[in-house]
C-alpha cells in the first residue's frame, strides 16, 4: 500500500476541541452577527488545559447537543466560552459583552475571561440623535434640557474661576445650536414623512413586557419528591414515615463464659414481653484514643461500662429491670461496607445512621472522656454524633474518665447542657460591646441557641432548630479524619431530628444528603430558602476536603444558620418557587426547581427602546403637532412636487398633431397651473422647514418630559460609569430618568437618602471600587451594572461571571430574592453567581418556568474543584505529566498559537 506523506491523519476530537480552544482564546478582533468584538486571551498553554478539564464530560470531548423547551437536540456546538440562550434564535450563542472604555482598555487584568468584550453601545434613534446634535452639540451639563443642580454646585467655584471662558462656551454653543438647527433640522420631519425610521414613543400607553425567558431540563434527577419524577435506576421513594429504630446489636454477658460478648437484638429480647433490655449507651471519641487499638478499646470500655451498669443498677428504682447491656460503635457498627445487590447501603451505614435512635432508646447516656481536662472534652466535642446525642438526651447525660489512679474516675459525674456549653466547647469572644438584645443574639453562635432552646430559655421554630444543628456540626467537625465519618454522615446525624426518615445512599455526596434530608421533611422549605441566601463574602470559605462533597458545600453548611449579605437568616425568606429534585452531579450542588420566573440579560448592546408617552399634556400636545404638523407638511409638498413632475412630464409634445383646443388646454396647464404647484411646493416646503427648526425640541420633549415608561429590558454592561453618560448612551439625552437602587445590592447600604427610600449618586469616580474592597469581596470578582429599563434603575454588582439570566426565586422584606445565573448549555444548568433584590411589580412581567437545574455555587468555584479534584486524580495514576509539542509565547505579548498553526510553521 502506498503512503502520502503529505495525507494529514484525521484529527480527533481532543485536537479539534483543542484547536478550537485556541482559536477561541486568540485575544483578535472578531466580527460575528454584525458585530465587532474581541476574544479573550489565554495567558499560557496551563489556561487551555485548565479549561479542557473544567468542559470534560462523560461523553469526551467535541461537539455538544442543547434540548431546547421542545425537547428536539436541534443545536450542537464546541463549549469553549460561556454561553446565553438567545431569546430571538432559540437555542445557545456565545456571550460578547459590552464595557466601559476603561475596562476594555485595561491591558493590566489577566484574570481568566471566557466571554467576548466589545466596547459599550446603544441603539439611539435616529432622530433623538439629530435632535441632540442640534440642541446640545458640545454635550455640556448646563445644555442638557434639565437642571442639574449637583453638577451647578460642584463646579460653582470653577465656573466663577473661569467667567471667561463660561461665556466663550456659550456664545459658541449657541452659534453651533442655532446653524445645525437651521441646517440639519429638516431632516427630521423628512425621515419621520418617508418611513425611514419610525417614531420612538408610542401612544398606547402601555409598556412592553420584559422578553421572554423559556428554558425546560429534560433529564431525571437523582433523587425526588415523588418517585415518578425521578430516575428509573431509583424507584426508592424519599419519604418514609418516622419509626423508631432499635439497635441490630448490644453487648451483654454471655451465661456460660461470663464475659461480655455483642449479640443481635431478636436473640436477647424478654421471652415473655418480647420487649428489649434497657441499656446504656456509652459515646466516645477516637481522636481521644489515636494509640489504642480495637482490642485495647475495647477491653477498656468493657470495664468502663461494667462499672457503670453496677452504679446504675445501684441507684435504680427497685420496680425497674435490672440494666445487662451497654452499647458501643466498637461491636455494635459493623465493619461491613459491601452494598448487598438490590440495596442501596451497607450494614455499616445502617448501623452509623441509626446511631440517634441508639441514643433514644438508652436509659443513660455516658461521654467517656480520658481525663478532665478541657483538650479532652473539645476533642470529643467536635464529633459528627456530638450534638444530636446531646440533644437527644439532655436530661440521661453523665460523663466518666478512664485515665486516672484513683477508682473516682469511674464514677459518673453529672452536668447539664450549660455546664456542657462551657466546658465541651470553646465560646466565641464577642465583637463588640454595648449590644442590644437583639444584637447579642446575633453575636451568638449556633451552639448557644441550642442550649438556649433546650433549657427552655429560647423557643426556636424546627427550621432554625435544624439550620443551627447543621451549622454547628458543619463547625465541629473538619471532615475525613480519626474519627472514621466523613461530613456526608452530618445529614444522617441531623435525621434525628427529624420526624420523617430517608434510606441512605451510600453514592450520596453531603450536599445530596442535606438535600434528600430537606425533600421529605420539608414543611418549612429550606432548600428553596437556602437557594435565596446571598452568601456572605466576608464569611472566609472553607476548604473542601478532596472527595469530601462539590463545591462550595462545605461552606454552606458552615454559614447555613449565618446573616447573609443583606442581613436575612433563612426563616426570613418567603420562597415563590419549589425544589422537586436533587441533581446528579459530583461537583456541583445542584436542585430541580419549579414555578422559577425567568428574566433574560442582554449584555452585547442596549436596544433600541420605545417610550411610553401621556399626550394629555400641554406640552406633549404642542410637541407632537410640532412633529406631526412638520411630517404633514413635508409629505404633502413632496406630493405635490411629485403630481407636478407627472404632469409636466405628460406635456412633454411628441411630434402628435394638436387642436386648437387641446393646444389651449395645455398652454393653461403651462402658464398657470403648473407655476401654483410650484408655489405650493414652496410654501409647503417653506412651512415644513419653519416648523422643522421647533423639531429638536419637540423630540426632546417627546422623549423626556411626561414618559410613563418604556419597553422592559435588563441590560447589562462590565464595569461602572456616571448616570449622565449612561443616560445618554442608553436613551440619547440626559434627563435624570436613572437612579441607583436604594436597597438591591450591597454596594446601596451607603448611597441610601436620610429620608426618601431613594438613592444618590456617588460623587467619588473610584466609590464603586473603594466599596469592593470594603466590601472584602472575592478577587475573582468582577463589577458589573444591570440597568432595568423598565422602572429605570441602575444596580452595580459583584460577579466573577456576566449572568446571563435573572430568576424570581423568593420575597424577603417587601423585596424580591432574585437569583442571578450563568449557564452552561451542555448540561442545561444555571449556577448561582450573585443574589439581588428587585421591586415586586416585575413578578407577574416574567415568564413562569418548569422544571430548571440550578447550582448553588457559582461557575467558577465548580470548575476549580473540578479541576483540582481531576489533577489530584490523575497525579495518583501518572506522576508524571504528559509533555506537549504546542509552542509557548516567548513574551506575555504573544499569542497562543493553535495547533494547527504550529504545524504549518515546521512545515506539515
Given at each position: 500500500m502506498a503512503h502520502f506523506p503529505f495525507r494529514r491523519k484525521k484529527p480527533t476530537d481532543v485536537e479539534n476541541t483543542k484547536e478550537n480552544l485556541f482559536k477561541r482564546y486568540d485575544g483578535k478582533h472578531h466580527r460575528s452577527s454584525g458585530m465587532r468584538f474581541q476574544r479573550p486571551s489565554a495567558a499560557n498553554l496551563e489556561t487551555i488545559e485548565n479549561r479542557m478539564l473544567e468542559l470534560e464530560d462523560a461523553h469526551g470531548y467535541g461537539k455538544k447537543k442543547y434540548l431546547n423547551p421542545d425537547g428536539d437536540e436541534d443545536h450542537e456546538k464546541y463549549t469553549d466560552l460561556d454561553t446565553y440562550y438567545s431569546t430571538t434564535k432559540g437555542y445557545p450563542r456565545r456571550l460578547v459583552v459590552q464595557a466601559t472604555p476603561e475596562v476594555h482598555n485595561n491591558r493590566s487584568d489577566h484574570r481568566h475571561r471566557p466571554w467576548g468584550r466589545r466596547h459599550i453601545r446603544g441603539r439611539v434613534p435616529f432622530v433623538i440623535t439629530l435632535a441632540e446634535l442640534c440642541l446640545n452639540p458640545f454635550g455640556f451639563y448646563r445644555f442638557d434640557g434639565v437642571r442639574v443642580d449637583k453638577h451647578e454646585e460642584d463646579d460653582m467655584a470653577r465656573r466663577q474661576e473661569n467667567l471667561v471662558l463660561r461665556?466663550?462656551?456659550?456664545?459658541?454653543?449657541?452659534?453651533?445650536?442655532?446653524?445645525?438647527?437651521?441646517?440639519?433640522?429638516?431632516?427630521?420631519?423628512?425621515?419621520?414623512?418617508?418611513?425611514?425610521?419610525?417614531?420612538?414613543?408610542?401612544?398606547?400607553?402601555?409598556?412592553?413586557?420584559?422578553?421572554?425567558?423559556?428554558?425546560?431540563?429534560?433529564?431525571?434527577?437523582?433523587?425526588?419528591?415523588?418517585?415518578?419524577?425521578?430516575?428509573?435506576?431509583?424507584?426508592?421513594?424519599?419519604?418514609?414515615?418516622?419509626?423508631?429504630?432499635?439497635?441490630?446489636?448490644?453487648?451483654?454477658?454471655?451465661?456460660?463464659?461470663?464475659?461480655?460478648?455483642?449479640?443481635?437484638?431478636?436473640?436477647?429480647?424478654?421471652?415473655?414481653t418480647d420487649m428489649l433490655q434497657p441499656y446504656i449507651f456509652l459515646s466516645f471519641s477516637r481522636a481521644n484514643y489515636i494509640d489504642k487499638s480495637n482490642e485495647e478499646l475495647r477491653t477498656m470500655f468493657y470495664e468502663v461500662a461494667e462499672r457503670m451498669l453496677q452504679h446504675e443498677n445501684l441507684h435504680r428504682d427497685p420496680q425497674d429491670p435490672p440494666l445487662e447491656a451497654f452499647w458501643v460503635d466498637l461491636d455494635c457498627v459493623s465493619s461491613d461496607k459491601s452494598i448487598p445487590a438490590g440495596q442501596v447501603q451497607s450494614k455499616c451505614t445502617r448501623d452509623v445512621n441509626t446511631i440517634s435512635d441508639a441514643v433514644r432508646c438508652a436509659k443513660r447516656v455516658y461521654i467517656v472522656l480520658p481525663t478532665e481536662s478541657g483538650r479532652d472534652k473539645r476533642i470529643w466535642g467536635e464529633r459528627i454524633w456530638t450534638f444530636p446525642e446531646v440533644l437527644l438526651a439532655a436530661n440521661k447525660l453523665r460523663y466518666c474518665f478512664t485515665h486516672s489512679t484513683s477508682m473516682t474516675s469511674f464514677t459518673p459525674h453529672e452536668f447539664t447542657l450549660n455546664d456542657m456549653y462551657d466546658s465541651f466547647w470553646s465560646e466565641p469572644k464577642p465583637t463588640s460591646s454595648g449590644l442590644d438584645g437583639d444584637q447579642q443574639l446575633q453575636q451568638e453562635n449556633p451552639i448557644g441557641h441550642l442550649i438556649k432552646h433546650y433549657t427552655n430559655s429560647v423557643q426556636l421554630s424546627e427550621l432554625q432548630l435544624f439550620t443551627f444543628a447543621v451549622q454547628a456540626m458543619a463547625t465541629q467537625t473538619t471532615g475525613i479524619d480519626t474519627r472514621g465519618y466523613t461530613t456526608k454522615d452530618m445529614a444522617y446525624a441531623a435525621m434525628g431530628l427529624f420526624s420523617y426518615r430517608l434510606t441512605p445512599n451510600d453514592s450520596d455526596n453531603v450536599f445530596q444528603a442535606i438535600a434528600r434530608l430537606s425533600l421529605v421533611n420539608d414543611s418549612n422549605q429550606l432548600l428553596e430558602r437556602l437557594l435565596c441566601l446571598s452568601p456572605n463574602p466576608r464569611k472566609s470559605p472553607v476548604e473542601t476536603l478532596p472527595g469530601s462533597g462539590p463545591a462550595g458545600s462545605e461552606t454552606i453548611l458552615h454559614n447555613i444558620a449565618e446573616q447573609d449579605q443583606y442581613g436575612s437568616h433563612l426563616w426570613d425568606i418567603k420562597p415563590l418557587c419549589d425544589v422537586v429534585g436533587v441533581g446528579d452531579d459530583l461537583y456541583e450542588p445542584t436542585v430541580i426547581v419549579d414555578r422559577c420566573r425567568g428574566i433574560p440579560i442582554r449584555w452585547k448592546d442596549f436596544p433600541r427602546l420605545t417610550y411610553t408617552k401621556n399626550v394629555n399634556g400641554f406640552s406633549a400636545t404642542i410637541s407632537r403637532g410640532i412633529v406631526y404638523r412638520g411630517t404633514v407638511f413635508i409629505a404633502s409638498g413632496f406630493a405635490i412636487f411629485l403630481s407636478a413632475i407627472a404632469l409636466s412630464l405628460s406635456l412633454v409634445n411628441l411630434g402628435g398633431k394638436e387642436t386648437q383646443a387641446t393646444s389651449d388646454v395645455l398652454d393653461v396647464l403651462r402658464t398657470r397651473i403648473i407655476p401654483q404647484y410650484?408655489?405650493?411646493?414652496?410654501?409647503?416646503?417653506?412651512?415644513?422647514?419653519?416648523?422643522?427648526?421647533?423639531?429638536?425640541?419637540?423630540?426632546?420633549?417627546?422623549?423626556?418630559?411626561?414618559?410613563?415608561?418604556?419597553?422592559?429590558?435588563?441590560?447589562?454592561?462590565?464595569?461602572?460609569?456616571?448616570?449622565?453618560?449612561?443616560?445618554?448612551?442608553?436613551?440619547?439625552?440626559?434627563?435624570?430618568?436613572?437612579?441607583?437602587?436604594?436597597?438591591?445590592?450591597?454596594?446601596?447600604?451607603?448611597?441610601?437618602?436620610?429620608?426618601?427610600?431613594l438613592s444618590k449618586e456617588p460623587d467619588d469616580r473610584n466609590h464603586w471600587e473603594n466599596e469592593f474592597k470594603r466590601l472584602r469581596l472575592p478577587n475573582t470578582h468582577r463589577l458589573f451594572t444591570l440597568v432595568d429599563t423598565g422602572n429605570m434603575t441602575v444596580s452595580v454588582i459583584s460577579a466573577e461571571r456576566p449572568p446571563v439570566v435573572a430568576l424570581i426565586c423568593g420575597r424577603e422584606g417587601g423585596?424580591?430574592?432574585?437569583?442571578?445565573?450563568?449557564?452552561?448549555?451542555?448540561?442545561?444548568?444555571?449556577?448561582?453567581?450573585?443574589?439581588?433584590?428587585?421591586?415586586?411589580?416585575?413578578?407577574?412581567?416574567?415568564?413562569?418556568?418548569?422544571?430548571?437545574?440550578?447550582?448553588?455555587?457559582?461557575?467558577?468555584?465548580?470548575?476549580?474543584?473540578?479541576?483540582?479534584?481531576?489533577?489530584?486524580?490523575?497525579?495518583?495514576?501518572?506522576?508524571?505529566?504528559?509533555?506537549?509539542?504546542?509552542?509557548?509565547?516567548?513574551?506575555?505579548?504573544?499569542?497562543?498559537?493553535?495547533?494547527?498553526?504550529?504545524?504549518?510553521?515546521?512545515?506539515?
Open positions: 461665556i466663550i462656551k456659550q456664545i459658541l454653543h449657541w452659534i453651533t445650536s442655532i446653524l445645525l438647527t437651521l441646517t440639519l433640522s429638516w431632516i427630521i420631519p423628512l425621515v419621520l414623512s418617508s418611513e425611514v425610521c419610525t417614531a420612538p414613543w408610542d401612544d398606547d400607553g402601555s409598556a412592553e413586557h420584559y422578553d421572554k425567558y423559556q428554558n425546560v431540563y429534560w433529564h431525571w434527577p437523582k433523587h425526588a419528591i415523588n418517585v415518578l419524577d425521578q430516575s428509573p435506576n431509583n424507584d426508592r421513594p424519599q419519604s418514609n414515615i418516622a419509626s423508631l429504630t432499635i439497635p441490630r446489636r448490644l453487648v451483654v454477658k454471655d451465661q456460660t463464659t461470663n464475659q461480655w460478648t455483642p449479640k443481635k437484638t431478636k436473640d436477647i429480647r424478654d421471652k415473655k410650484l408655489i405650493a411646493i414652496g410654501l409647503y416646503f417653506g412651512v415644513a422647514l419653519v416648523i422643522s427648526w421647533f423639531s429638536p425640541w419637540a423630540v426632546r420633549k417627546l422623549c423626556s418630559d411626561s414618559v410613563q415608561g418604556c419597553s422592559s429590558q435588563i441590560v447589562g454592561f462590565e464595569g461602572t460609569m456616571p448616570l449622565h453618560d449612561l443616560e445618554k448612551i442608553i436613551y440619547g439625552n440626559f434627563n435624570t430618568r436613572l437612579s441607583y437602587t436604594a436597597s438591591s445590592t450591597v454596594f446601596s447600604e451607603r448611597l441610601r437618602e436620610a429620608n426618601l427610600r423585596m424580591l430574592r432574585v437569583l442571578l445565573c450563568s449557564w452552561r448549555f451542555e448540561k442545561n444548568c444555571l449556577y448561582r453567581e450573585g443574589v439581588i433584590r428587585m421591586r415586586s411589580s416585575i413578578e407577574d412581567q416574567a415568564t413562569q418556568n418548569d422544571w430548571l437545574k440550578i447550582s448553588l455555587a457559582s461557575q467558577g468555584d465548580v470548575n476549580r474543584t473540578r479541576v483540582s479534584h481531576l489533577k489530584a486524580e490523575a497525579k495518583k495514576r501518572q506522576p508524571q505529566s504528559p509533555t506537549y509539542t504546542y509552542p509557548f509565547p516567548s513574551s506575555s505579548t504573544e499569542r497562543l498559537s493553535p495547533p494547527s498553526a504550529a504545524k504549518n510553521a515546521r512545515g506539515m
